[in-house]
């Protein structure tokens, strides 16, 4: 156990558990168990995505990348589930397009932004970056085609839109292992791997780590379920919009862990590994976690849910796909490039929060 | 005659020749009318292909290449001044643009996927994917902009409409040729044609081959002319929309011939023909047939035909183009590639199956 | 005096000069000071970009690129201010977007067109085009996103609007300043200024510059008045929509100086210098010009102006924008490019000239 009380020491984010215990403790207004929530889910996150990186280190860079993927959006699959399971389907939708778009421009933004003012220019493996704004941009068209040829028409009736919905779900999880087999697989001497020896942190042992992602992953759960029940009551309180935060709050707290490993990598100029989480994560989110949700709402939700976003939602994820594009086309970055991406996000932030769309 | 008869008897394709007499026997029902005149369409088409690629080795690489692109797309020619005569604009327009996403996406995706499980890594000359890219970008703005333009204000009347229509067209044309003079004589350098050498297939003599062109390309007008008249009662009958076999039926058909060229190429690891015949046949429809199909519904067609299509149309050529011009950026390819744009192209056949919009 | 003189001489364009007095004689018709203001403002235009050119040899590249791309947009912020003043925001509006797609693709395609019809293959430095472009698609995306977000509820209230266009102009204008630190300061080495040395013409004395400049920008300002007065009843007689008055005639009187430097650089095989004109001037419009005056209107304006503009004027900044990054991609440039370019501008030109949209 040493170890863990060691990494908890030395890390601040983590002190930040002691508020874990706090959240169950009384009676609380939704304000407060909204902010008591999102503050004991970033040091969870912490937690699994240090944990993660250990069982990584034993497994090898090939399935230790795809474990860090996906146990880093485990968070947002676990409030995404919760929500489905109260048939809060705008908050899902919200928070699965808010992922996408936080994490194709936040992430990477601020991740090229931090590095590049340690690093005056530092250089990445531009294929794995197109392979991912590749299978992003399927991801956008399979969104956005069935709400542009069912428009100015009689509106589609809700079975034609499930089966369609179902039809593009597969097809997206197919193409998201079809991803997997050719990065990991068939080409993957194209996907490099970051070299751990940098590191320098010593790894947990295999047992700990394991043990802290079970535990770790139940308490997340826990924590979701109640970040999910007070938020919408806490939005009213603090006059924010449901937009917003679904969009933006729900965003930046499920992928706080990525974000703390994105920026740490970019500041060691390690920026393959920022643009493999910040790009791998919106993609596992739009090809494999929200096809398998809508599926899910078969068996989980009180109705099925589509694959419709509103159209403010699929502009903001068309343009993130079409800056990550632009942006990964050379493998080469300074801090302006970053601090360009980021302002395309504060532009959707400033935007939701002065004019906050309803959500359908 | 010899030779016309060996490629016949070595040719499994050519054997669907067969059905072409049967179709002119009886009164056969439409839908076994719709089906045998696909049918018959594909020998004919694959006998056109290889009759012109005779032609191109004695012509030289520069204009045999122009002859197979244009020949190649003759079928769709054929088919669309039939439709054109016949006032049904609606099919007219769901051709061209079916022909142009489906030879921009399948068949350039089909290509680069099958072409990439044969070999590891393909390389190909980015400079004129690049070109045919810009060129089909500037089909689609001229096809979006009157569109977006006219919208929100009181409906452009239909004689404005024909003005603009006729001015663009005219555009599109010039730039055709433009783009002809370029690639073909002011910088022919840098479009180096394929190397003729590795074929190995036996040369027809001119005159068989010119004989051939002329034979088959009057049998084409026929069986075309049935196509488009059972087309539409037999897409009824199956259950099909409108919008469906226009978009996807008559694309997959029509195309046929240029699709056995373009990945038998790709096979043979020559993927500049293949990706020059995809890009190149999706240009000329977009820059050339269908600008003149324009002009000429002012003699043909009982009334003109604008050059307006429904947004559905109009959003699928805009991301077939944006999706050929990202993948042909690195001149570089691999079977994902292919996946991941032969996906694209399927999502919009799941939405056009599942979902039929109302043509306009 | 003398070099002065000399230009006049040398310089046909300036002999237009001879107009300008002309204008202030008589109880002229409007549609005759209308074509009087342009005429007159061409040379002034001109003579404002030589003074400025002198200057810059003066201060180095640095800081010289930025007062020639600062004086050469005098004009349109002249033009714009006084438009602003008579509450004219359609017009304003209309111009600004005008300009940034007449400089994004007319003057940036006819230098490509006009550098590749004496030179065979032209190679610029792509990273600037690179950034220039980058902060284009940040503006386009600060313009879009409002009207997006906003379109399918209740219509946002004027007050929403106005508090989110002060957020995003402010936002674009920090940005703008950031990019001039990363383009002059922390990162100047990529992007090296054009080599003066080939220049050849004389320079002019310091003080005569300097002095040219303030009385030239003097006499632009009265012509400018003018010409706004002028242009609205002179299009209603020259039967020309305000639509394409705004968005065509304006821009191309406005970027005179400018496009006469960017085309003589490119005859001289200096793209560089005409790419970075072009992009330099449509970045300055867009991240500079634009938020300056919607944060002016306050002070000067009937009524605040907001940040956005009707959906056409929206779709031609995309295209532009898609365009330039597209056509930068690779730093190399033959003459069909710039038809290519030049042809996206025209199928605006013709659209807007037939089919004259209700600007709102």
Same mark, same amino acid.
Not at 91 to 95: D, H, Q
Not at 296 to 302: A, C, E, I, N, R
């Given at each position: 156990?040493?170890?863990?009380?060691?990494?908890?020491?030395?890390?601040?984010?983590?002190w930040? !558990?002691a508020?874990?215990?706090?959240?169950f403790a009384?009676? %609380?207004?939704?304000?407060?168990l909204?902010a008591?929530?999102?503050?004991a889910?970033v040091?969870l996150?912490a937690?699994?995505?240090?944990?993660t990186?250990?069982?990584a280190?034993?497994?090898?860079d090939?399935i230790?990348?795809?474990l860090?993927a996906?146990l880093?959006? !485990?968070?947002?699959?676990?409030i995404?589930?919760a929500?489905?399971?109260?048939g809060?389907y705008a908050?899902?939708?919200?928070?699965i397009a808010?992922v996408?778009?936080?994490?194709a421009?936040?992430?990477?933004?601020?991740?090229?932004?931090?590095g590049g003012?340690k690093?005056?220019v530092?250089?990445?493996?531009r294929?794995?970056a197109?392979?991912?704004?590749?299978?992003?941009?399927?991801?956008?068209?399979a969104?956005?085609?069935?709400?542009? %040829?069912?428009?100015?028409?009689a509106?589609a009736?809700a079975?034609?839109?499930?089966?369609?919905?179902?039809g593009?779900?597969v097809l %997206?999880?197919?193409?998201?292992?079809l991803?997997?087999?050719?990065s990991?697989?068939?080409?993957r001497e194209?996907?490099g791997?970051a070299?751990h020896?940098?590191h320098?942190e010593a790894?947990?042992?295999m047992?700990?780590?394991l043990?802290t992602?079970?535990?770790?992953?139940?308490m997340?759960?826990?924590?979701?379920e109640?970040?999910?029940?007070?938020?919408?009551?806490a939005?009213?309180t603090?006059?924010?919009s449901?937009?917003?935060?679904?969009f *933006?709050?729900?965003?930046?707290?499920?992928?706080a862990?990525?974000m *703390?490993?994105?920026f740490?990598?970019?500041?060691?100029?390690?920026l393959d590994?920022?643009?493999a989480?910040a790009?791998g994560s919106?993609v596992?989110i739009?090809?494999?976690v929200?096809?398998v949700?809508?599926l %899910?709402?078969?068996?989980?939700?009180?109705t099925?849910?589509s694959?419709?976003?509103?159209?403010?939602?699929v502009?903001?994820?068309?343009?993130?796909?079409?800056?990550?594009?632009?942006?990964?086309?050379?493998?080469?970055s300074?801090?302006f490039?970053g601090?360009?991406i980021?302002n395309v996000y504060?532009?959707?932030c400033?935007?939701?929060?002065?004019?906050?769309?309803?959500?359908?």
């Open positions: 156990m040493t170890p863990l009380i060691q990494e908890i020491r030395h890390n601040p984010l983590l930040l !558990l508020f874990v215990p706090a959240k009384a009676p %609380l207004a939704h304000t407060l909204f008591l929530s999102i503050v889910i040091p996150a937690l699994l995505s240090r944990a990186e250990s069982v280190t034993k497994t090898g090939a230790g990348g795809l860090n996906t880093g959006n !485990l968070t947002e699959l676990i995404a589930l929500a489905l399971r109260a809060q908050l899902v939708k919200a928070s808010g996408i778009v936080c994490n421009l936040f992430m990477l933004g601020a991740s090229l932004l931090l003012l690093h005056h530092q250089d990445y493996n294929g794995n197109r392979l991912q704004a590749g299978m992003l941009f399927l991801a956008t068209v969104i956005l085609i069935p709400s542009v %040829l069912a428009e100015g028409d509106p009736s079975a034609t839109m499930q089966t369609l919905s179902v593009l779900s %997206l999880i197919v193409t998201y292992g991803g997997l087999l050719f990991l697989k068939t080409h194209f996907f791997g070299d020896g940098e320098g790894e947990w042992p047992g700990l780590a043990g992602l079970a535990g770790v992953t139940v997340v759960a826990l924590v979701s109640v970040f999910v029940e007070s938020v919408q009551q939005a009213t603090l006059g924010l449901p937009a917003f935060v679904g *933006v709050i729900v965003a930046l707290v499920g992928g862990a990525e *703390v490993s994105a740490s990598a970019a500041r060691k100029n390690r590994l920022s643009v989480i790009l919106a596992q739009a090809l494999f929200c096809p949700l809508v %899910l709402s078969f068996v989980l939700g009180p099925p849910m694959l419709q976003f509103w159209p403010g939602a502009a903001m994820m068309i343009i993130a796909t079409m800056t990550a594009s632009l942006v990964t086309n050379t493998g080469r300074a801090w490039v601090a360009l980021v504060l532009i959707f400033i935007t939701l929060y002065v004019l906050p769309p309803a959500v359908r």
